[in-house]
């Protein structure tokens, strides 16, 4: 029985294949209209970004321990070495390295923007990529079966009427963390963005206009959609059109990202954006310096940084998340990858944050401190973060935060965002 | 002043029972096509007239009884095509499932891979066997009613080894029950693997009974499985159930699994292994359960099945999605009196369904918001098109949030205009029906532009005025396309 439970656990992690970048086909919804910078001005200016890393990224790898040597016993072909050579980690406080693939956000940590949570994660033991996604994007580990996810929750808490695209999603889809009561707008960012839809042809749209000009709740919703689709239709075009005096970026993320940023300059209403990035669940041959998680990691730096650079003075009020459903064993397999685990670590970027350090509490890396024995420990739930930047960064006060996460377990030493 | 207070209460009688206010009926005209939306996926070319000529209540029969529709062989032989959809638990894990693993040899890590791989024919086969009766099928009722159940019964096709068993799940444990007895769907799913694993009863053992092993927590009793039976399949979450009651009916259900074992006989199927059962006796909802192993369990499916709480949940589920999103209290009544008196006869319940005078009330006529997965099947079969190629139908229906037979949470899809209708929808949809008409939506070699003509016919040219002045106006080219983006064709 033991036997088959490994068996099945382990053709659960292979069997969970994502895809790459979210980029697909365009669509656009709204919730109510109303200029939300009217009110609040402050606190309406204030934004935050959730990129989810889909399939478990190799915390260890992003943010290494070099200064424990368990970490060199424990990957004798995977660790990232140490040495301060371009082939080695970027230190960061003397103990803890960033990947070198990483080198375009270090300017970020060094300015103080950039600072990491390590040993973050949820509590509940799952190491299904199914369960553990769902648990933090409805934001109630243990029960799968929250109908909501805490981002459509946390556009229910604002304060002040909400206009159709204060929250953006990127991607052809409706992810978790967005359903639920409240309409969030969908917008994909890949090259085909702003290209038109049936509905654009002028006669079409003139035809579906009178048909869907009276007052009922399929014409409001068609309106609204409409309304959406043509402010947010505008601001790409205008971008790209900007953007093609330029060499186009060749990779997608980086793309996406510098469209995001312009997205969000041009559209001051946009407050909540969601998007996930897959290609993390490196089980066979994840590579060190070089290699898979490499390539991946470059790709997800060098778009952070694009977008940081692009978001330019509205990058005070924005804090971007960065976050995995699980962290990987500490160990590698005999493939050269690393299977399910358990902590991670969690990244938290923003103009105005205590960057510069590595928050939580580090429980090393010493097999009686590992979680059953393989894993990094979980000794900050992932809620007590996202918590913390709700209250000091979006000015929730507990009620509010309540409702986006009816329990938050609290942190063992107390998270400095702002 | 006494008269002044017998009117009052009269007033407040009429507002909340409606039912005793005589309703108006839908004219007969409509009849026919209220019954094809209703009760299967909206008209195809000719359903109106065919329905006209048996008359409306012999066609609301023959849709009850199923058996004596005749498939045709045309639909009967692509189905045959569909390799996985045929084959059952075992097979499906023996072909499809992960290597064996050999003692001694580390995992062929690529050669899982490869198999994974494989293994999503299964997914695309099984939506696409549902979707091609869906839309081909003149038994309409039974293939609404299988989208109904599996609603009910939601199982997640991309839970891991789900990927494996949904076909086999629908076809073995929902199908064959939709208008059965609700025991039998109840004792159906409760034995299917793709349900035990959905739910994780297979993990559901008895504490006392599991060595720890070094450094892994032990495992224990899981109450998913045990929560979801009452709170969503049987009583419904105020049905007077305790937190005290999840835990007796998990025990009960502990040993309740599937065999898993490499070489054994009936591998991968349903499995009670006693050895891994809580033996003692248990208190549920009120009643003692003796222990005695797998009979605990169909005691309590007895209890759950008999329950007032599980005819009212059921008969309100039926009554929403037949009639209207907040249905009329003494409708619900009604059906649950009919499901209590006959044991859960699920047909009975929908033939009194169907007689009752809110079903035929034209306040609720054309008023129901249409799924994306109703809209978009009752679409493609206003066209009277072929369909060869099911992969835009599966893309439209992702792109819409309703890919079929992968939602996650256990409650399954909703059916109400509250939870499919928003701005981001209504464009999709329109995009949809603007390429359908236009015969740019791949779902065959032909791709023939659809005929305003032929279309007016299929809904007998049942139109609302204000979306005939819409199409009236309109271009000549792009009427086809307004009738497949109206409101008609959004509501049912």
């Known amino acids: 029985m033991d036997m088959n439970r490994r068996q099945f656990l382990k053709y659960v992690a292979s069997m969970f294949v994502i895809s790459l970048w979210p980029l697909g086909l365009t669509g656009w919804a709204g919730g109510l209209d109303g200029d939300i910078l009217s009110t609040q001005p402050q606190l309406k200016r204030k934004k935050l970004i959730v990129l989810f890393q889909r399939g478990a990224v190799d915390g260890l790898s992003v943010v290494v321990p070099y200064g424990d040597g368990r970490y060199y016993d424990a990957r004798p072909t995977i660790a990232i070495p140490s040495g301060g050579n371009p082939d080695s980690v970027l230190d960061l406080n003397g103990y803890f390295g960033l990947h070198p693939a990483l080198e375009s956000i270090l300017p970020l940590w060094k300015n103080k923007t950039l600072g990491f949570v390590h040993a973050c994660g949820s509590p509940d033991p799952t190491r299904s990529h199914f369960d553990a996604q769902n648990f933090m994007e409805c934001g109630t580990p243990g029960n799968p079966s929250t109908p909501d996810g805490w981002m459509n929750r946390l556009l229910a808490v604002l304060p002040g009427a909400h206009s159709p695209t204060q929250a953006v999603s990127l991607g052809p889809i409706m992810p978790r963390i967005f359903q639920g009561k409240m309409n969030v707008a969908n917008v994909a960012l890949g090259k085909n963005a702003a290209h038109a839809m049936p509905i654009d042809r002028p006669m079409v749209e003139s035809a579906f206009d009178e048909l869907y000009k009276g007052d009922d709740p399929l014409a409001q919703a068609y309106l609204q959609g409409q309304k959406a689709r043509k402010q947010l239709l505008s601001d790409l075009q205008q971008h790209m059109a900007m953007a093609d005096n330029g060499a186009p970026s060749p990779d997608g993320f980086v793309d996406s990202a510098h469209r995001l940023a312009q997205l969000m300059r041009e559209d001051p209403n946009i407050q909540l954006v969601f998007l996930d990035l897959g290609g993390w669940d490196t089980h066979v041959n994840q590579g060190s310096v070089k290699g898979q998680l490499a390539n991946h990691l470059k790709s997800l730096g060098d778009g952070l940084g694009a977008l940081v650079q692009g978001l330019g003075d509205i990058y005070p009020d924005t804090v971007i998340l960065v976050m995995s459903e699980f962290g990987r064993t500490v160990h590698e397999n005999g493939d050269g990858g690393t299977d399910h685990g358990h902590g991670n670590a969690m990244w938290v970027m923003g103009g105005s944050t205590q960057g510069g350090q590595i928050q939580g509490h580090w429980p090393g890396l010493d097999t009686s401190a590992l979680y059953e024995s393989r894993d990094l420990d979980v000794t900050t739930d992932f809620r007590a973060v996202i918590g913390a930047v709700l209250q000091q960064h979006m000015q929730l006060n507990d009620d509010q935060l309540s409702v986006v996460f009816p329990t938050i377990p609290q942190a063992q030493a107390p998270l400095k965002i702002i | ?492």
């Open chain 2, 1 to 492: 002043m006494k008269t002044f207070f017998l009117f009052i209460s009269i007033s407040v009688m009429i507002v909340t029972q409606p039912s005793l206010v005589l309703a108006e009926e839908i004219p007969s005209q409509l009849k026919a096509l209220h019954v094809l939306n209703r009760l299967g996926f909206g008209p195809a070319p000719g359903d109106i007239d065919r329905v006209n000529a048996m008359g409306v209540e012999n066609y609301i029969h023959q849709q009850l009884y199923p058996d004596t529709i005749a498939e045709p062989s045309s639909l009967t032989g692509e189905l045959n095509k569909l390799g996985t959809y045929s084959l059952d638990t075992s097979e499906l894990f023996e072909e499809y499932g992960p290597p064996p693993k050999v003692d001694g040899q580390k995992p062929d890590r690529a050669l899982i891979r490869a198999q994974s791989k494989k293994a999503r024919i299964i997914l695309h086969e099984a939506v696409q066997a549902r979707l091609m009766q869906a839309i081909e099928s003149p038994k309409q009722l039974q293939e609404l009613m299988v989208d109904f159940w599996y609603n009910h019964f939601n199982v997640y096709g991309q839970k891991e080894l789900d990927r494996l068993w949904v076909g086999d799940y629908e076809r073995e444990a929902i199908r064959p029950y939709v208008l059965g007895h609700f025991r039998d769907l109840l004792e159906a799913t409760a034995k299917h693997p793709a349900m035990l694993f959905y739910l994780d009863n297979w993990q559901n053992v008895n504490p006392n009974n599991v060595m720890k092993r070094h450094g892994k927590k032990s495992r224990g009793l899981n109450e998913n499985y045990a929560r979801e039976l009452m709170e969503l399949h049987t009583l419904g979450v105020n049905g007077g159930y305790t937190q005290d009651d999840v835990i007796a009916l998990a025990r009960i259900l502990t040993g309740w699994g599937f065999r898993h074992k490499a070489g054994s006989d009936g591998n991968y199927k349903f499995y009670f292994n006693e050895k891994l059962h809580d033996p003692s006796d248990k208190v549920f909802l009120g009643q003692t359960i003796h222990g005695s192993g797998e009979q605990e369990v169909e005691e309590a499916l007895d209890i759950l099945a008999k329950s007032p709480a599980t005819a009212k949940h059921i008969s309100f589920q039926l009554a929403q999605f037949f009639v209207a999103d907040d249905p009329d209290p003494a409708l619900v009544d009604w059906l649950s009196q009919e499901f209590e008196s006959t044991d859960g006869d699920i047909r009975a319940v929908l033939q009194t369904l169907f007689e009752s005078p809110q079903f035929w009330d034209v306040k609720n006529y054309g008023h129901k918001f249409k799924t994306p997965y109703q809209y978009v099947i009752s679409a493609v079969r206003a066209t009277g098109q072929a369909v060869t190629n099911y992969r835009p139908l599966f893309e439209m229906l992702r792109e819409l949030g309703m890919p079929t037979d992968e939602c996650q949470t256990p409650d399954g899809y909703k059916n109400t205009q509250e939870a499919w209708l928003n701005s981001d929808g209504m464009l999709r949809r329109i995009n949809f029906a603007t390429a359908l008409a236009f015969g740019r939506i791949k779902i065959n070699e032909e791709q023939l532009p659809v005929k305003y003509d032929d279309l007016a016919a299929v809904f007998d040219d049942q139109f609302s005025p204000s979306t005939m002045q819409a199409i009236q106006k309109a271009p000549a080219h792009l009427r086809a396309v307004l009738v497949l983006g109206s409101p008609e064709m959004m509501r049912k």
